[in-house]
């Protein structure tokens, strides 16, 4: 199995634009995590899902952001419009064990 | 609430031993984990321990578990360069969902 797939790798952005991150879990693992990692306030838990039903969101932070799951196989974060606040590098993880989750290599954002 | 908490770094000399600490506040936590995030990378599941064990060895890591006073440690034995990176202890907040320390960086220098 490739692991799990997280693209862009990169993506930087003007402020006010909508940015789109996308995931791919690993195959039969159904539980996905949304992640946000900066200097400032460290790893911190955005949502995360349960066969493809958002189970907590409450580390969403503002209704700027959003998060799907149409299927095993694909997620989206979406942040519009996005602010330079929201810089930071974002981690899609998968889980099918509890506290076992393996991490995507992260969208390293920034909005200017 | 839930916490974990670390110090946040941590610099050793190449060879000898490595010992990271955690605390924790729920106590009801099943397992505990330790993972390492080495630069630009995602966090990587280094081991775990059942809560009703003290101690658990793997190669070089020795991770001991005292319940009592809710701490937790990883040992790295031989530390070497390779080993340079975050170090998150974890805990388990329900419904599959961890609850992460800070992270401690480990930096080995020679």
């Known amino acids: 199995d490739a692991g799990v797939i997280q693209s862009p790798r990169h993506e930087v952005t003007e402020m006010g634009q909508e940015v789109t991150l996308r995931c791919k879990p690993i195959?039969?693992?159904?539980?996905l995590f949304w992640y946000r990692q900066t200097m400032m306030r460290g790893l911190e838990l955005l949502i995360y899902?349960?066969?493809?039903?958002?189970?907590?969101d409450s580390g969403m932070p503002e209704d700027r952001f959003s998060a799907k799951m149409p299927n095993a196989s694909f997620s989206t974060l979406k942040i519009q419009p996005s602010e330079p606040r929201d810089s930071a590098v974002y981690f899609c993880?998968?889980?099918?064990?509890?506290?076992?989750?393996?991490f995507g290599p992260g969208t390293r954002l920034t909005v200017l | 609430g839930e916490d974990v908490e670390q110090s946040l770094f941590l610099s050793v000399r190449e060879g000898d031993s490595s010992v990271i600490n955690c605390t924790y506040t729920?106590?009801?936590?099943?397992?505990l984990y330790w993972y390492k995030q080495e630069p630009g990378a995602g966090l990587q599941l280094l081991t775990y321990?059942?809560?009703?064990?003290d101690m658990k060895q793997d190669q070089r890591l020795t991770v001991l578990l005292n319940k009592k006073d809710k701490h937790l440690s990883l040992r790295i034995a031989d530390t070497q360069t390779g080993d340079s990176a975050i170090y998150f202890c974890?805990?388990?907040?329900?419904?599959?969902?961890?609850?992460f320390g800070a992270g401690t960086r480990l930096a080995v220098h020679p």
């Open positions: 321990i059942f809560s009703n064990m």
């Open positions: 993880a998968s889980s099918a064990s509890p506290g076992q989750q393996f």
């Open positions: 729920d106590s009801s936590s099943t397992y």
């Open positions: 195959s039969g693992h159904d539980y």
């Open positions: 899902f349960n066969n493809n039903v958002p189970i907590d």
């Open positions: 974890a805990e388990n907040g329900g419904y599959n969902k961890l609850i």
